[in-house]
């Protein structure tokens, strides 16, 4: 899990394996983001599931929200050595007016060896 | 495609010294946001602007200021520059959809503070 105390997560698969990483949040949201980074540049979202879907599915991608639980995840399907970096969950506090402001978590690095 | 550049991409600060970081998009987007990102840590807001004029407190602005004089700059300022200060910074420009922002972010900048 990304959220709290909790410090960076590292997870190391084979190529072809299937990984999912986990996220739990503390506020309210109606959306939890998620971003991959890349060694040495900045973050890119890669998929984006809000409070009235249960799953979310973009490719290889993907990603569940349970609300009563606070917590998302994000599934990987035949990982491939690209897939290598670091995988961030992130929520809106939305109160109901949209603040475009986010809170991260702490990240997941994954490695997928081939 | 979004695109948010950052200058400089590295610098080197001495304590006490005044830093400046500038971020520049082409988006059209209305918010724009700071970050830091140090290791063992997700992205933490220190400054955010919701448009030319206008600058708000992150969750970690103590030392930092901000500055959006348009559109499509928003610079971040080291007064006083300390060690503790020694991080890399993100800034993005934010798409305000739905429950939520979807931000896109620049390459990063690596400022060390000696």
């Known amino acids: 899990s990304q959220w709290g105390e909790e410090n960076l997560q590292a997870l190391s698969i084979q190529e072809g394996e299937d990984v999912t990483m986990n996220c739990s949040y503390k506020?309210?949201?109606?959306?939890v983001h998620w971003y991959r980074q890349d060694s040495g540049r900045g973050p890119a979202l890669i998929i984006l599931i809000r409070s009235n879907e249960r799953e979310k599915r973009s490719g290889r991608l993907r990603a569940t929200l349970d609300t009563s639980s606070q917590s998302s995840s994000l599934s990987i399907t035949a990982a491939q050595c690209e897939d290598t970096a670091v995988y961030f969950c992130?929520?809106?506090?939305?109160?109901?007016?949209?603040?475009?402001?986010?809170?991260f978590g702490h990240g997941t690095i994954l490695r997928v060896h081939p | 495609e979004a695109a948010v550049t950052q200058s400089p991409r590295n610098k080197v600060a001495v304590t006490g010294g005044k830093v400046t970081l500038s971020c520049n998009q082409t988006?059209?987007?209305?918010?724009m946001y700071w970050y830091r990102q140090d290791t063992g840590h997700g992205l933490r807001l220190i400054h955010y602007s919701y448009g030319a004029g206008s600058t708000e407190k992150g969750d970690i602005p103590d030392g930092y200021k901000a500055s959006r004089p348009s559109q499509e700059n928003f610079s971040l300022i080291l007064e006083l520059a300390t060690p503790s200060q020694t991080s890399v910074y993100f800034c993005a420009s934010g798409d305000m959809g739905r429950g939520g922002d979807t931000q896109y972010f620049g390459p990063g900048t690596r400022l060390l503070v000696l």
């Open positions: 506020t309210y949201t109606t959306v």
């Open positions: 992130a929520t809106d506090s939305n109160t109901g007016a949209n603040t475009g402001k986010l809170t």
């Open positions: 988006n059209n987007h209305n918010n």
